[in-house]
């Protein structure tokens, strides 16, 4: 699903106005018509419902909802408008409104008289800010939302987006609604599905306001929300008459005396993912232990000490692979000249994770090629760029944007909200996914999910748009039947399937 921005909005009203005839008002009625026919859906027509009414466009929708409200049944409505002026658009449905007999109209000069009405009020709906915010929100308006916000036997309803959050670009500092339900306008917005302001925006609602098919065709946003539809039709087809070669041979290398975990994870997920064939690749230390866990795989032992005998004793495998997931528990001590080597000659997909993350980091990054994927959570990513993890944590999107053009590769900025960026900038934003991914081993596990789409067919993108999705998916069926504390990785990989049949049945 297409994600906007202000800008595509912007594009659509000037299209819908200036190409299709059509008055921004116009528009501003489907909006607020829409909208009122979802909210009779979440309360009682018999609730105390207060509008707060902003002076933008978002606060003209606001009254045209009171109005369908008041139409719909409704009979205890107050607007409340918290500004001595309104849009154009705004000022007309304001009019409108007037007219009505059962609905009380107040404009609030001081924060009391706010106060006393919202207090008495069992639903409060913010329309006092859109998606035009771009700066600190000061004054009454910020006075209102702690309001809003300070009310916590009411149910809140912002409309399309919670008063005070940006709708792309860093996350919000200033105050912002924290509302039970948003129901926005055709597109979600980027920062609705980022942690921490995907928790203000309750449950989203996308409602239909009459933008014609060939005006959202045109719309052209750099960032996507991942769903369920979109990953089935990424997902590399399996025949009936099919081998082995038809998935691919991939190799994960990785592990170190004390790190065996990190490959077996990997090697389990990219095996339940259906690789063809799987090779795991480790030093000789702890080749027993990875062999005798998971005997679908075939085990190779390596000395990162000895980099030329060690890359020409799996040359041949190395050869006959489709791909590599590389670095999982492998360490950074005495395997730099290895991991370099193997990098620079190793021309297939490559997914790099871990310890390969803080090794390639203190290489020249044009090493990086364009079919590779990087998989670093915020301290990697800090380290792969130089930036503190604060800023990465606080503008993620963006982030992740700018380093995956600059990097040229696909780029997987985990996290509570993983993001998945294309080489040319463009931003996938996983929405599956728990608390129970938040433990030791599960990037390892979703870098074996994304190395198995890769040998399936899948381009390194696709992959790791359908990998994240899918792994986050698995925790998520985990967490129907059990509580996240207990959730392993392992729990994970071998739940896999599972979750690809609730996509592909």
């Known amino acids: ?180 339900h948003t129901i926005t306008l055709e597109f979600p917005k980027e920062n609705m599905l980022i942690y921490p302001h995907k928790k203000v925006v309750g449950k989203l609602h996308v409602v239909d306001i009459g933008i014609p098919k060939m005006v959202r065709d045109r719309v052209r946003p750099s960032s996507y929300q991942v769903t369920a539809n979109f990953v089935k039709k990424l997902l590399p087809k399996h025949r009936e008459d099919s081998h082995k070669g038809d998935y691919g041979t991939g190799i994960v290398l990785g592990g170190n005396t004390n790190m065996a975990g990190a490959v077996k994870l990997s090697s389990l997920a990219a095996v339940r993912m259906g690789i063809g064939v799987l090779h795991t690749i480790v030093p000789n230390e702890i080749k027993n232990t990875v062999q005798n866990y998971m005997p679908e795989n075939i085990t190779w032992a390596i000395d990162y000490s000895k980099s030329r005998s060690s890359l020409n004793d799996t040359a041949k495998v190395l050869t006959k692979s489709d791909a590599m997931a590389l670095g999982m528990g492998m360490g950074t001590k005495s395997n730099d000249q290895f991991f370099e080597k193997l990098i620079l000659s190793y021309k297939k997909p490559l997914v790099v994770d871990g310890d390969g993350l803080n090794l390639l980091s203190k290489l020249p990054k044009g090493v990086i090629k364009s079919n590779w994927v990087l998989t670093p959570h915020p301290k990697e990513m800090s380290r792969l ?108 990989a071998n739940h896999l399937p599972k979750a690809i049949n609730s996509i592909t049945q």
């Open 1 to 180: 699903m297409k994600l906007a921005s202000s800008e595509n909005i912007r594009f659509i009203d000037k299209e819908i106005e200036y190409k299709h005839n059509t008055p921004s008002i116009v528009l501003m009625e489907n909006a607020g018509r829409s909208i009122a026919e979802k909210m009779t859906q979440l309360f009682s027509k018999q609730s105390k419902i207060c509008v707060l009414v902003g002076s933008g466009n978002n606060g003209g929708d606001g009254l045209v909802v009171a109005r369908h409200l008041l139409n719909n049944g409704c009979q205890k409505v107050h607007v409340v408008i918290c500004s001595t002026s309104l849009s154009k658009d705004g000022q007309t449905n304001y009019d409108i409104l007037k007219t009505y007999r059962d609905v009380e109209i107040y404009t609030i000069k001081t924060l009391e008289k706010a106060k006393k009405i919202l207090w008495s009020s069992e639903v409060i709906i913010d329309s006092l800010l859109g998606i035009g915010v771009n700066k600190e929100v000061t004054g009454i308006y910020a006075e209102i939302i702690d309001l809003i916000n300070q009310k916590k036997d009411a149910k809140v309803i912002s409309v399309d987006i919670p008063s005070g959050l940006k709708a792309c670009g860093s996350l919000s500092k200033w105050p912002t609604v924290k509302a039970d």
């Open 385 to 492: 760029t130089g930036l503190e993890v604060s800023d990465i944590v606080e503008n993620p999107v963006e982030v992740c944007k700018h380093y995956s053009k600059q990097f040229n590769c696909t780029l997987v900025l985990k996290g509570a909200s993983t993001v998945i960026c294309s080489p040319k900038g463009i931003a996938f934003i996983n929405t599956s996914g728990n608390k129970s991914l938040s433990k030791g081993g599960s990037g390892d596990v979703l870098t074996g999910v994304i190395l198995s789409l890769i040998c399936a067919g899948a381009t390194p993108l696709a992959a790791a748009i359908s990998g994240v999705y899918i792994h986050g998916l698995s925790s998520d069926l985990l967490l129907e039947s059990q509580n996240y504390r207990g959730i392993l990785p392992s729990d994970v």
